[in-house]
């Protein structure tokens, strides 16, 4: 079984930054790609960002402000996000795709961190 946790975030105001981590642990024999999304207040999950060995995507409303990295060899992604706004506030989870120690294939979400930005 594979657990995926978030960390990080918090409380910025408007043109700040944070910096969120996911970290993957378990079972694990490769990971394919990470992914974050978003969930503001009385709306659906939505995507931000994507990386994976070949590709990084983002959001159109994050493109040039929020930054994905990955760590392959410690199973961990990073999410910088520049130039926040109130419209960024909401609960960030964390995506992780692979495969586990059994050669299954597997998607696991974290639990999820709020991010509030005062305006």
């Known amino acids: 079984q594979v657990q995926v946790v978030e960390s990080g975030g918090g409380l910025v105001q408007a043109g700040g930054s944070l910096r969120l981590s996911c970290a993957a642990s378990g079972s694990i024999f490769s990971i394919n790609g990470m992914d974050w999304y978003r969930q503001a207040p009385g709306k659906q999950r939505e995507f931000v960002a994507l990386?994976?060995?070949?590709?990084?995507n983002y959001a159109d409303s994050v493109k040039g402000r929020f930054n994905i990295s990955i760590d392959n060899a410690k199973n961990t992604v990073d999410l910088k996000m520049n130039s926040m706004k109130a419209e960024d506030t909401g609960v960030y989870y964390c995506?992780?795709?692979?495969?586990?120690?059994?050669?299954?294939?597997?998607?696991?979400w974290g639990r999820g961190t709020q991010d509030t930005v005062s305006s």
């Open positions: 990386t994976t060995i070949t590709t990084t």
């Open positions: 995506h992780e795709r692979g495969i586990d120690s059994r050669r299954s294939h597997f998607g696991s």
